[in-house]
């Protein structure tokens, strides 16, 4: 006989705590931009051990985090996986177009450096 | 007789060296997202002097060169005044609608601090 595993939630901001300059910070490094990419991409919630990051694993662990502290995703467990989906809804509704423009503006310019041969890594 | 002084510039970075990270940091403080919402909204250059920030006279310097470094502003002496522009070509030019979408994120959020009654300060 198994012990159910604990609950485990992890802490998000409500939609009215969510701060620009939070969610500009949040997107101001190349790894969480990638992320926030894929994510806007993907048609369902995408667990973290599908991102292979170039970096290490407790640091990929950090992005996901200040992608959560500052309200852009949300993450929670399905089994042992942590699963991750952009906060589309909350980010529309309280800086409208903001989130399109910003993933229209990284789609831009990595295309730039992939066509200057500099490429993103 | 006096002896003009040096003439002193500044560095920018070229635009196609500004890049969506660093002007997204930049972005992501509250001071430097104040400043930059003023100079919007103005119609000439700013000299750094008439913004009055509830914060040390080196923490603004600082701020202006976080804005200057990253393509978000240009800076340039005139006399002994540091006059201060939004790069508005150069980022609509690289990120089509990105500077317009986060201004108008920015005026939505002070709006809703200040009707919060939270303020800005």
Redesign the interface.
């Known amino acids: 006989m198994t012990t159910p595993a604990p609950s485990r939630t992890l802490d998000h901001p409500r939609r ?1 705590a969510i ?4 969610v ?2 949040a ?4 790894m969480r ?1 990638r992320i926030v990419r894929s994510l806007a991409t993907a048609e369902e919630e995408l667990s973290c051990s599908l991102f292979d990051l170039p970096v290490s694993k407790s640091t990929t662990t950090h992005h996901f985090r200040v992608l959560r502290e500052s309200g852009v995703i949300s993450q929670c467990y399905r089994g042992t996986a942590k699963m991750n989906g952009l906060r589309r809804e909350d980010l529309d509704a ?5 989130l399109d ?2 993933l ?3 789609a ?2 990595a295309g ?1 450096l992939h066509e200057d041969g500099r490429g993103e890594g």
């Open positions: 009215d701060r620009l300059e939070g500009l910070h997107l101001s490094d190349p931009l309280l800086f409208p177009g903001l423009s910003l229209r503006a990284a831009l310019q730039r």
